[in-house]
């Protein structure tokens, strides 16, 4: 019997990688919950054009790219401009470790501009080169450079400025 679509094959393509997602898409965003609808955007955009993205020889990259454009459209979307707060009013805070370096970081990431938030995030969360950021990007390897090097001397900053905090 044939498979509608590639079903199985599409479906075991996103149970081996949708984790690893969801992290990309929460690193750039700095929320669980419009990390998981960028996500199930792409994979519902992705399900309608899989026989084509199957025949790619990197649909990874495919997906990357699309959670990158999904992440730029929804910032520019005047209804998604929301603030999101660190407690919900009345809400049972979870004490968070104050030491533990990832959750320092992901703090520090989200107060960076988002081209810079997500060259960081593609270059070393992602470990793509120069190169293939600025594909996914559609910028020059230049401009990478120079975000990547902007970010990371902004992301030193707030850590540090984290850091001057607590002492």
Same mark, same amino acid.
């Given at each position: 019997?044939?498979?509608?679509?590639?079903?199985?094959?599409?479906?075991?393509?996103?149970?081996?990688?949708?984790?690893?997602?969801?992290?990309?898409?929460?690193?750039?965003?700095?929320?669980?919950?419009?990390?998981?609808?960028?996500?199930?955007?792409?994979?519902?955009?992705?399900?309608?054009?899989?026989?084509?993205?199957?025949?790619?020889?990197?649909?990874?990259?495919?997906?990357?790219?699309?959670? @990158?454009?999904?992440?730029? $459209? &929804? #910032?520019? +979307?005047?209804? *998604?401009?929301?603030?999101?707060?660190? /407690?919900?009013?009345?809400?049972?805070?979870?004490?968070?470790?104050?030491?533990?370096?990832?959750?320092?970081?992901?703090?520090?990431?989200?107060?960076?501009?988002?081209?810079?938030?997500?060259?960081?995030?593609?270059?070393?969360?992602?470990?793509?080169?120069?190169?293939?950021?600025?594909?996914?990007?559609?910028?020059?390897?230049?401009? @990478?450079?120079?975000?990547? $090097? &902007? #970010?990371? +001397?902004?992301? *030193?900053?707030?850590?540090?400025?984290? /850091?001057?905090?607590?002492?």
């Amino acid at each position: 019997m044939r498979e509608h679509h590639g079903r199985d094959e599409f479906e075991d393509f996103v149970a081996a990688r949708q984790r690893h997602w969801l992290r990309t898409a929460y690193l750039l965003c700095g929320h669980w919950q419009l990390a998981e609808d960028l996500v199930q955007q792409v994979l519902e955009r992705l399900y309608v054009v899989w026989p084509k993205v199957r025949a790619v020889s990197r649909p990874d990259a495919y997906v990357r790219k699309s959670i @990158v454009n999904a992440h730029l $459209s &929804e #910032g520019r +979307r005047p209804w *998604r401009r929301e603030r999101f707060v660190p /407690e919900l009013p009345d809400a049972l805070a979870v004490p968070v470790d104050q030491t533990d370096d990832r959750v320092e970081l992901a703090r520090a990431l989200r107060t960076l501009p988002p081209r810079q938030r997500i060259v960081l995030v593609l270059r070393f969360w992602e470990d793509l080169s120069v190169a293939e950021t600025a594909e996914v990007m559609g910028c020059a390897p230049g401009t @990478v450079k120079s975000q990547t $090097s &902007e #970010g990371l +001397r902004a992301l *030193r900053l707030a850590l540090g400025a984290k /850091e001057e905090l607590t002492k």
